[in-house]
């Protein structure tokens, strides 16, 4: 009998052109391969091809256990699991995410086995491509399903390493330290193995270079970390779009996006036919009719994102209007529920009716001409936000999600970014902040904030801390930044952070709520798919 193990199966694409929005219409084996002509080119693209399929899940296994989000109502769908932190055995999108991750695996593994390097140009290209896809398939495997490097990685346990192309292999679990050396060692090859650009949505000397900087990043590597951002930053491959331009972080195809490293491309008109149901933009917004649109910007990021009007990130949030004629003052109640007052603008105050009596809203310049606004309730003072009369679903406020949607014009069309240079700022400025290398770290920092269109009295300085760390302030931009882009929900646990979702969502639901998550917590990692342990007979080992 074939042996049925996702990761030790192997499929292979043979498109019918060097096009990505091509299908693929036969497989071929590894007895062929050899006597096809342009059998290399045809998987390499598939491997490309097949990020399509992974991409999704990716996201929501990534994301949604973040603090950036907030689901307006319960689902039968598996991700309400990741959402929430009640993680079971048998969750699909986990299972989908591990099929994809090594079907990937196994597609460069058997390019890899095929070519050696050194015989040419071409095949050196294309092995350096496909350790950066493996590496890339592997960094995130480890951190979804093992702990973060600083808690014990020559213990703790990550992801079976599957380095060859033997579908019949079965193998146990490595550790998250054995995983991390592969990659670093599988990188570093790469990176001196690619002798062309191809663009932004292959992968590059420059895209290895940036999941470098991220991987030693993370596994406390600091000065490796600083200096692979450096030679990102310093390639001038790669500039920030302006504030101008910001949104095209999202709506640009991402070949004509400065910014973009890599990005995983999705094609107008090719990957939907329509406005784009069933896609990742559809969870957050309601777009052209097409979006169930269930899922909104967290309060935690609102009250963060809103400091500042001019801050040009708050453009990817559009509040739903239900009446374009009542002012509101939203604030959340001590259920973690909205609640609202009726305000009314005079000047720069807000006044509301309270018992028959007439209140003014609570106001704190923010330095820079604007206020911050709050109420007093039950003898607690409580951050307001002005709106005018919302749609809420099931009581929560539709704060739609624009990042994940609108590229080229079409609904939910939106081509991931892996890597792009805003995030090789903040890298650099973790790193310093970890080296003691304060005001480099603020400098770094200051460069995204004035991007975004922060004001200078609302640029950090080691005066105006206010009683946090650099490091504090650098994850908080990094929540900002890099919002709705998978990185948040391992930024908190891998530097000891408490992951704080106390504000309104379906998290909040039921009786084994939570409402915090500390970063030790054993709902910080996934369960290995039941599936995949049945079918290696218990070699797989659960997670705890």
Same mark, same amino acid.
């Given at each position: ?8 199966? &192997? %499929?292979?694409?043979? /498109?019918?052109?060097? +096009? $990505?929005?091509?299908?693929?219409? *036969? ?98 290209? &294309? %092995?350096?491509?496909? /350790?950066?896809?493996? +590496? $890339?398939?592997?960094?995130?495997? *480890? ?402």
């Amino acid at each position: 009998m074939k042996n049925k193990l996702l990761y030790s199966s &192997i %499929i292979f694409f043979f /498109l019918s052109s060097c +096009s $990505l929005d091509k299908e693929p219409f *036969t497989d071929l084996t590894n007895e062929s391969i050899e006597n096809t002509e342009g059998a290399i080119d045809a998987l390499n693209l598939g491997n490309y091809h097949t990020l399509k399929s992974w991409v999704e899940n990716w996201h929501r296994v990534t994301e949604y256990p973040s603090d950036e989000v907030a689901l307006s109502g319960t689902t039968t769908d598996a991700f309400f699991y990741n959402y929430n932190y009640n993680r079971i055995v048998n969750n699909g999108r986990v299972n989908s995410y591990w099929e994809n991750s090594y079907k990937i695996i196994a597609g460069t593994n058997n390019i890899l086995g095929q070519l050696a390097e050194g015989t040419s140009d071409k095949n050196d290209q &294309i %092995i350096a491509e496909n /350790l950066y896809l493996r +590496s $890339l398939m592997y960094f995130y495997l *480890t951190n979804v399903f093992g702990r973060p490097y600083n808690q014990s990685p020559e213990v703790n346990l990550a992801v079976p390493l599957k380095l060859n192309a033997d579908p019949f292999e079965v193998l146990p679990r490595n550790t998250v330290k054995e995983v991390y050396q592969q990659i670093v060692s599988d990188l570093l090859k790469a990176e001196t193995l690619f002798k062309s650009y191809k663009g932004n949505i292959y992968a590059s000397e420059y895209a290895t270079q940036a999941l470098l900087a991220r991987v030693y990043l993370f596994m406390g590597e600091n000065e490796k970390a600083i200096n692979y951002a450096d030679k990102v930053i310093n390639s001038g491959k790669f500039t920030l779009l302006n504030r101008e331009e910001y949104t095209e972080i999202a709506t640009a195809a991402p070949e004509n996006n400065s910014e973009t490293i890599f990005a995983i491309k999705f094609l107008k008109d090719v990957d939907y036919s329509d406005n784009g149901w069933y896609t990742i933009g559809s969870m957050y917004a309601t777009i052209n009719g097409a979006g169930w649109g269930e899922m909104y910007a967290s309060r935690s990021y609102l009250e963060e994102v809103r400091k500042y009007p001019e801050d040009v990130r708050y453009n990817f949030v559009e509040p739903v209007v239900a009446d374009e004629n009542e002012l509101r003052a939203y604030y959340v109640d001590d259920n973690y529920k909205y609640n609202s007052v009726v305000v009314k603008q005079e000047g720069a105050d807000y006044t509301y009716t309270s018992n028959g009596s007439k209140n003014t809203l609570i106001k704190e310049s923010n330095g820079a001409g604007s206020f911050q606004y709050f109420i007093e309730i039950g003898g607690k003072r409580r951050t307001a936000l002005i709106d005018k009369k919302l749609e809420d679903r099931n009581g929560y406020l539709k704060y739609f999600i624009l990042k994940c949607s609108g590229q080229e014009g079409q609904g939910h069309l939106w081509s991931p970014v892996i890597s792009r240079l805003a995030e090789i700022y903040l890298i650099r400025a973790e790193a310093k902040a970890k080296q003691g290398q304060a005001q480099q770290a603020l400098d770094d920092l200051n460069i995204i904030r004035k991007r975004a269109g922060i004001p200078a009295a609302g640029l950090w300085t080691i005066a105006n801390l206010g009683g946090k760390s650099v490091l504090d302030v650098v994850l908080s931009e990094r929540k900002l930044e890099l919002a709705w882009e998978g990185h948040r929900k391992f930024d908190v646990f891998r530097n000891g952070y408490t992951l704080d979702r106390k504000y309104p969502g379906t998290h909040i639901a039921n009786s084994n709520s939570f409402l915090t998550v500390d970063a030790t917590a054993n709902e910080t990692i996934d369960f290995i798919p039941e599936q995949q342990i049945t079918l290696t007979h218990g070699i797989l080992k659960q997670n705890p």
